[in-house]
């Protein structure tokens, strides 16, 4: 019997949208599985599923080389996909939308295309102390080569960013600024709209992680006004090995290509090559097909079900498990900001958080237990590790009691 206090607050039919996830109904180690690991990876419905399949068994083949049947029914299915995340995240030209293997493969590109082209010696680039290693490494290398500085804003104790901080770090050798929409660590919701405008009133371009806040926020890149925004498939309930760099078209336009090879070319000759125009010029080779039509179909499946109810729900849930999780002696909440998305991380007086996930998983509990690609927040609250649980709109009340109950028993254990 599934607990929905939380989704009656919201009107929302969370048993319904179980329905729609099979992996949801398996059984771990005997117990009925409680997943609560979305922030590394979310589930994906059988839409997204159903998409794969039918590429696979009655469209499969190349894109954008074939005059025959399959390859254009294959174009217009990938072409698709474009459109659907162009609505999902409301650019204002499907060439904005650039496919790439992840938010990580997509803040590569922006650091070797617009970073290598714009960032020179002395100049400066600006990201958070609470940023994922896949906005921190590419960077560093970036700053490394260039021989440019790489300056951080710092973090405050209840997981905010130090915003005065940010004001004084911002000058007129800053190149670009690289922040997080939400913390993947903390869950903390960055008022990247109003860091965006602070930005731009010095002329400093802004690109945004938003691998954590598509599932969890409706993002409007129009109003945000961010010059680019990076996402993952596998965080909003699609495959993995996909994702999309939003950019504004005056950049793309102006950016060299960050691979070469097929499609992304218009000539080609020993004596001189023409790119293809945006957003093709950044997508060399052959795609992941089914990948792309499979995040196309999981932005359709969030703004179908009504992204503002889900995430309303999400955020009731995440209330609901914070105070729970607040009542248990000995355990601390990592990241307290005021404004947070479904992502609770904590530790336990005495108890390594690899334990802590070890002996949850028993129980059928699937969390996430280490430094979550973010060493430096670990290091900033001087801790190795946590247990993080995130949240999705499949969760339930219940599953965050079962996760309470198996949280007491860890503590009796080691008592």
Known sequence: ?????????????????????????????????????????????????????????????????GVHALSQ????????????????????DPGEIVFTSGATDAMNLVAQSFGRANVKEGD????????HHSNIVPWKMLCDEKKAVLKVIPLKDNGELDLRAYTALLSDKTRIVGVMHVSNALGTVNPVREMIAEAHERNIPVLVDGAQAVPHITVDVQDLDCD??????????????????????????????????GDMILSVSFDEIIYNRIPHKFEAGTPGIAQVIGIGKAAEYLMD????????????????????????????????????ASVISFVIEGVHPHDIGTILDQE?????????????????????????????????TAEVDTLVKGIKSVIEIFK
């Open 228 to 261: 680019f925004y990076a996402l993952s498939g596998h965080k909003m309930f699609g495959p993995t090995g996909v994702g999309v760099l939003y950019g504004k078209k005056e950049w793309l336009e102006a950016m060299p290509p960050y691979r070469g090879g």
């Open 305 to 340: 079900k009504g992204r503002d109810r889900l995430y309303a729900y999400e955020n009731s849930l995440l209330q609901y498990a914070t105070g729970k999780l607040s009542q248990i002696d000995g355990l601390k909440i990592i990241g307290t900001a005021e404004n947070k």
């Open 73 to 92: 029914e294959a174009t217009d299915l990938f072409e698709g996909a474009r459109l659907s995340m162009q609505t999902f995240l409301n650019a204002g």
């Open 124 to 131: 400066e680039v600006l990201i958070s102390a609470m940023e």
């Open 364 to 396: 059928g509990i699937a969390v996430r237990t280490g430094h979550h690609c973010a060493q430096p927040v670990m290091e900033r609250y001087s801790i190795p590790a946590t247990t993080r649980a995130s949240f999705a709109f499949y969760n339930t």
């Open 1 to 65: 019997m599934i607990k929905e206090s939380a989704a009656e607050l919201n009107g929302l039919d969370v048993a319904a949208l179980r329905d729609d996830f099979p992996i949801l109904n398996r059984e771990v180690h005997g117990r009925p599985l409680v997943y609560l690991d979305n922030a590394a990876s979310s589930q994906m419905p059988r839409q997204v599923m159903d998409s794969y399949a039918d590429y696979f068994t009655r469209h499969h083949s190349n894109v954008h080389r």
